[in-house]
């Protein structure tokens, strides 16, 4: 069965470091991933998604993720944190001839100033 | 405009009573969905319509019933509310063919007193 997981329920990094939050998944077809953001009391904001169009995939503020199917990853990275980066991500792969989508248990984002 | 929106964004009732959750849509999309979020931040699906017709229905108790008058409205209707369905829930709509992906509303946290 498809699935992700999300490394680390939390990371805490400081105002301009890398931030780097990891998502790997369990496919036997060619996955379609996404990573979305939820802010504080909001819904869930999409990030980017791969969709085997490239494997470095650019999204919304200055996020990207790079699917590496040797390693069955699908890393999130951002160069520079920001105060406004504080949030809860999540990894998910869209399933089956329904399109279901299987989050994985999300990551915690603290940036510390 | 709103992409998916939801009513109410807040509901506190009490054990034994029936609520509804509405959803609408002004995306065109064909697929909507209902998720439920946890206390642990946890997203899991519960339904999804194509086109009015259901296609997912995933283990979750009678008293939850989904209806789709149309393709731009989800609605969620829960009977006999438990202390256990206090939750956020989510509707979405698209899915993983569409350029925008999987569009969520902002939620509707549901307490059960």
């Known amino acids: 069965a498809q699935s992700v997981t999300q490394l680390g329920s939390h990371v805490s990094v400081s105002e301009g470091a890398l931030v780097l939050l990891r998502c790997n998944y369990s496919s036997s077809v060619p996955p379609y991933l996404f990573w979305y953001v939820q802010y504080p009391n909001q819904g869930l904001q999409l990030l980017l998604k791969y969709t085997s169009a490239a494997t470095l995939v650019k999204g919304i503020n200055g996020f990207e993720a790079e699917f590496k199917k040797s390693e069955t990853s699908f890393h999130l990275t951002k160069p520079s944190a920001h105060m406004s980066d504080a949030a809860e991500y999540f990894c998910?792969?869209?399933?089956?001839?329904?399109?279901?989508?299987?989050f994985g248990q999300g990551t915690t984002l603290q940036v510390k100033p | 405009d709103t992409a998916v929106s939801q009513t109410p964004k807040y509901l506190v009732t009490q054990m034994g009573n029936d609520k509804s959750i509405k959803c609408e849509q002004n995306?065109?999309?064909?697929?909507m969905y209902w998720y439920k979020q946890d206390s642990k931040k946890f997203l899991k699906i519960m339904f999804s319509?194509?086109?009015?017709?259901?296609?997912i229905n995933e283990t979750v108790p009678n008293r939850f019933s989904p209806k789709s008058p149309d393709k731009a409205h989800l609605n969620l209707h829960i009977n006999s509310l438990e202390l256990g369905d206090s939750a956020v829930y989510f509707c979405?709509?698209?899915?993983?063919?569409?350029?925008?992906?999987?569009?969520f509303g902002s939620g509707t946290r549901l307490t059960v007193v």
């Open positions: 979405a709509s698209g899915g993983r063919e569409t350029p925008s992906g999987y569009t």
């Open positions: 319509y194509n086109n009015k017709e259901l296609i």
């Open positions: 998910a792969v869209s399933v089956g001839n329904t399109g279901k989508l299987i």
């Open positions: 995306l065109g999309h064909d697929t």
